[in-house]
């Protein structure tokens, strides 16, 4: 079966409207198997993968300007502004505190970096019958998340988008998809059912959100 996998992450990347010269230093935190990573590092001057549990997949993909290394994200030894941009997709609703897992992302931004947090939105029946019924994900409710991202980030800006994995990668059947997923995400009373939650931040020259 031929999954759409980079088309998906292509989407991601697009909802969020994140783009990169290729002198900024990234820092992906809750890096999974290195997919995301490996996207950011084509494009990047460094990036850094972290996460708790190391993929056997990181030794492929590690190079010159991609490496890989294990952490928690709640407590990280790594220096504080190192990082230009901070990348975090589904990592806040797997961590015991993450409160700390944002402190420790404000930490580690320098001033006038970004900050990109991505979470699945439990509202979704999809998600929610496939990630928490069936796989025991706690995803956030949408307010829980604004809530969340505001103690640390008052002025971060919150959307939301529609993206998916299918068992199909033919163009027009993307595009079919896509439309869907456009529709719902701009839908009064149906975005409330978009499959992501997600909240963008730029620190300000002094290192506060601006």
Not at 69 to 86: H, M, T
Request: include cysteine.
């Amino acid at each position: 079966m031929n999954w759409n996998v980079e088309a998906y992450r292509q989407t991601v990347f697009r909802r969020l409207q994140l783009s990169l010269d290729g002198t900024e230093r990234v820092l992906d935190l809750g890096c999974g198997e290195g997919g995301d990573a490996e996207w950011l590092a084509a494009r990047a001057r460094t990036t850094l993968g972290v996460d708790l549990v190391e993929h056997p997949r990181w030794s492929s993909l590690a190079r010159p300007g991609l490496r890989f290394e294990r952490g928690d994200a709640q407590a990280l030894r790594l220096e504080s502004a190192a990082f230009d941009l901070v990348f975090l997709k589904d990592v806040l609703h797997h961590a015991n505190d993450p409160d700390r897992v944002l402190a420790e992302a404000k930490r580690l931004c320098a001033p006038g970096g970004r900050i990109y947090i991505i979470e699945g939105n439990r509202f979704n029946p999809v998600f929610y019958l496939h990630m928490t019924l069936m796989l025991g994900h706690q995803h956030f409710r949408r307010p829980v998340f604004e809530a969340l991202i505001r103690r640390t980030f008052p002025d971060a800006r919150l959307i939301w988008f529609e993206a998916h994995v299918y068992p199909f990668s033919m163009p027009v059947l993307l595009m079919v998809a896509r439309g869907i997923e456009t529709a719902i995400a701009v839908t009064p009373g149906i975005r409330r059912l978009a499959s992501y939650n997600a909240a963008i931040i730029r620190l300000a020259r002094g290192g506060n959100p601006g």
